[in-house]
């Protein structure tokens, strides 16, 4: 009997026609598919369940990955030939509008929770793209348009339910495991199967944001970055140095060529938007101004879909004012429409955390840095690669890592993920919790040696 044979024998019985050999590869993937097609795929709705598809890995030796909405840049949630257990099931939510608690399922996506707690006028910040699932965002520590408010959407995090390597199923939290409490915010899908998540909510309704575009110049960028780092925390931003997208306000003849973008979000008060977000609008000379109190899911339509593309990303933190015009000049020659240089300036209430206090240790840096090319099949991964990796080098982005921005399946990445004491402190929890390594489809922790400590 093949390894596969033995994972169908186990799970048949418990999921029937959830478990799915031979998937289509649209199925699982999010990006466009690439060889990576599991054999089979476990479809759980309860965490009883997922405990057993946990215990069929485990006891088989099956190549593994655990997957939500499949939105990992370097693809983690699928493995080729093996079992994915995929959580798409278990996406509901639930909102507690009194204690002031959002609960997650494990499957459940940024948009859907946010529309729910709308309806109550409070929001949990996530990250700009309504798609990304709550859990896969979480564990590596989720930067978006209510991070300088609110922090990382790991410091808004309350409590989980996690099942372990052993197919136990626990809850944790500041009181409960507190040692594996600290390692899931920052540590990736390294601990567990997570298949619910609390979180804080805050009071967010109608919020005062969008894009202003301007014409592509330094200076500019240089003006919105010290804006963003000078705004105060209810001004949260993100500035995309990219080609004019084909949109009805932007004259057709600027179209594909290069503008710097600001996504802004002031989610204080209203009356005290239009002061905090002058600086922004006199950064430069703007083409569009579409900031306006709008809801505050509307955020999430900003940002254009990239299902079905294939995307090549790299990312690091630390932007230089002085690469603003190499940046845009990059921008005028990638061989893709689709090409961005993405930057996230952090600050407000993301740095006010102890850098230990959980594993997302990079707190301290003013700005999040990325390089992204979505690759239409006229391009072909291979330039859309190499312009990724010549921007990259120009830019200077290179050493410490966001782990959810990490675009390669590389086992190095780990290192540039988690300073050497994250690392350590990391590798300790992860032997005690899954000293077999079962959870590596991910930027992978090693468990500590057992003479280690
Ligand atoms: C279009 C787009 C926009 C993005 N925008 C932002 C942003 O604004 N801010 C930000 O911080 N990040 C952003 N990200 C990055 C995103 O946070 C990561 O890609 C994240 O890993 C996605 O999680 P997922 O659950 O959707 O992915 P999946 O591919 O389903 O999972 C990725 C990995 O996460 C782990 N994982 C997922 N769910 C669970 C679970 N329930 N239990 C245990 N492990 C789990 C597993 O290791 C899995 O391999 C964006 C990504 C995309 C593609």
């Known amino acids: 009997m093949t390894v596969l044979d033995d994972v169908s024998r186990r799970l048949a019985p418990v999921l029937g026609e959830r478990l799915i050999a031979n998937p289509a590869p649209d199925s699982v993937h999010f990006f466009a598919p690439d060889d990576r097609v599991p054999a089979l795929v476990a479809r759980p709705v309860d965490a009883r369940e997922v ?25 983690h949630g699928v493995v080729a030939d093996g079992l994915v257990l995929d959580l798409q099931l278990m996406n509901g939510v639930h909102i507690d509008a009194e204690r002031r608690v959002g609960t997650a399922a494990g499957g459940a996506t940024a948009g ?70 600290w390692a899931l915010r920052g540590g990736g899908g390294n601990l567990g199967v997570v298949t619910s998540l609390e979180l804080q909510l805050r009071e967010t ?45 932007l004259p057709s003849e600027r179209h594909g060529t290069p503008i710097v973008m600001a996504l802004v979000c002031h989610s204080g008060r209203p009356e005290e ?10 950064a430069g000379s703007l083409l569009a101004d579409l900031v306006r109190p709008q809801p505050y899911p ?40 689709a090409a961005v240089v993405n930057l996230r300036p952090m600050g407000g209430a993301i740095a006010r955390v102890p850098a230990d206090a959980t ?25 859309s690669r190499d312009w990724v ?30 300073p050497e004491p994250t690392l350590r402190r990391l590798a300790e929890v992860k032997r005690t919790y899954d000293p077999g390594n079962l959870f590596r489809s991910n930027v992978n922790v090693e468990p500590a040696a057992a003479d280690a400590r």
């Open 389 to 418: 990796t010549e921007a990259a080098d120009k830019l200077g982005i290179t050493g410490p890592k966001y782990v959810n921005f990490v675009g390669e399946n590389d086992p190095d990445a780990v290192r540039d993920a988690y």
């Open 273 to 282: 938007a239009e002061a905090a977000l002058a600086p922004f609008r006199g």
């Open 112 to 181: 859907a929770y946010t529309t729910a707690a709308h309806e109550h006028g409070l929001a949990t910040g996530f990250g700009d793209t309504g798609s990304v699932g709550v859990a896969g965002l979480t564990l590596g520590g989720g930067i978006g348009y209510l991070s300088r408010r609110d922090g990382l959407t790991i410091d808004n995090l309350l409590a989980a339910e996690v099942v372990l390597a052993d197919s136990t199923i626990v809850r944790v939290s500041e009181q409960e495991q507190p040692d594996l409490f």
């Open 298 to 337: 509307a955020m999430f339509g900003a940002a254009p879909s990239q299902a079905g593309m294939q995307s090549t990303i790299r990312a690091g933190f630390g932007f230089d004012k002085a690469r603003a015009e190499t940046a845009i000049e990059l921008i005028r020659t990638a061989p893709t429409v």
């Open 205 to 249: 309704n109608v919020i005062t944001g969008g894009l202003l575009i301007f014409e592509p110049s330094a200076a500019t960028v240089a003006a919105l970055l010290s804006a963003a780092t000078q705004a105060p925390d209810e001004v949260s931003t993100m500035i995309n140095i990219m080609k004019a997208p084909p949109v009805p306000f």
């Open 51 to 75: 405990a057993a598809v946990v215990a069929a890995a485990a006891e088989t030796g099956v190549p593994f990955a655990v997957r939500s909405t499949g939105h990992s840049y370097a693809r």
């Open 359 to 383: 594993a997302f240790a990079h707190r301290h840096h003013e700005v999040m840095t990325g390089v992204g090319a979505l690759d239409p099949a006229a391009v072909g991964p291979d330039r």
